[in-house]
T-cell receptor
């Protein structure tokens, strides 16, 4: 699976949009981009995933560049409860059940008052 | 959304004890389940992958005789830490995925294991 690069940490004011970048310059055509977050002492929570089109759900939006070498997770109105470590992961679907999520170090997002 | 339940949430036991952790997918059939371990201030590290009815595939450096994994049904997998020692103290997290290729993995809330 391709590796990803994320900033170590970011701050965001409550109520503002949080934009979390991720570089995945070696991504292959078979690989989806997944975003998870982990709030302290809990298991990771799935946020969103996509292949090449932008995606939006009730939690966030995912913007993937046309060349697919980077993406941005957008939390439109960050709250204190969004403080967490956010992981950007690419996963190859065509290896079937052997396909697995490999976690990097993620971005620690701190939402402040 | 999909729910994965993990039990127990935390356990404290004496060195040499074996500890079993259960992972259940509550509202979907989990073709594949994964077990991760996370040490303080570190990221999740995959320990093993199991498919229902098959032997688990362990990551390099993970002792299969120490970490016994059973995935006997499409909704239940267990991890048994045998003869646990203080260095096995960690946060163990399970994850499950259905057989549909682009569906995400969902994670349990983890088990904090402390070996005295």
């Amino acid at each position: 699976d391709a590796k990803t690069t994320q900033p170590t940490s970011m701050d965001c004011a409550e109520g503002r949009a949080a934009n979390l970048p991720c570089n995945h310059s070696t991504i292959s055509g078979n690989e989806y981009v997944y975003w998870y977050r982990q709030i302290h002492s809990q298991g990771p929570q799935y946020i969103i995933h996509g292949l090449k089109n932008n995606e939006t759900n009730e939690m966030a939006s995912l913007i993937i560049t046309e060349d697919r070498k980077s993406s941005t997770l957008i939390l439109p109105h960050a709250t204190l409860r969004d403080t967490a470590v956010y992981y950007c992961i690419v996963r190859d679907l065509y290896t079937g059940t052997a396909s697995k999520l490999t976690f990097g170090t993620g971005t620690r997002l701190q939402v402040t008052l | 959304g999909a729910v994965v339940s993990q039990h127990p949430s935390w356990v404290i036991c004496k060195s040499g004890t074996s500890v079993k952790i259960e992972c259940r997918s509550l509202d979907f059939q989990a073709t594949t389940m994964f077990w991760y371990r996370q040490f303080p201030k570190q990221s999740l590290m995959l320990m093993a992958t199991s498919n229902e009815g098959s032997k688990a595939t362990y990551e390099q450096g993970v002792e299969k005789d120490k970490f016994l994994i059973n995935h006997a049904s499409l909704t239940l997998s267990t991890l048994t830490v045998t003869s646990a020692h203080p260095e096995d103290s960690s946060f163990y997290i399970c994850s499950a995925r259905s057989g549909i290729s682009n569906q995400p993995q969902h994670f349990g809330d983890g088990t904090r294991l402390s070996i005295l």
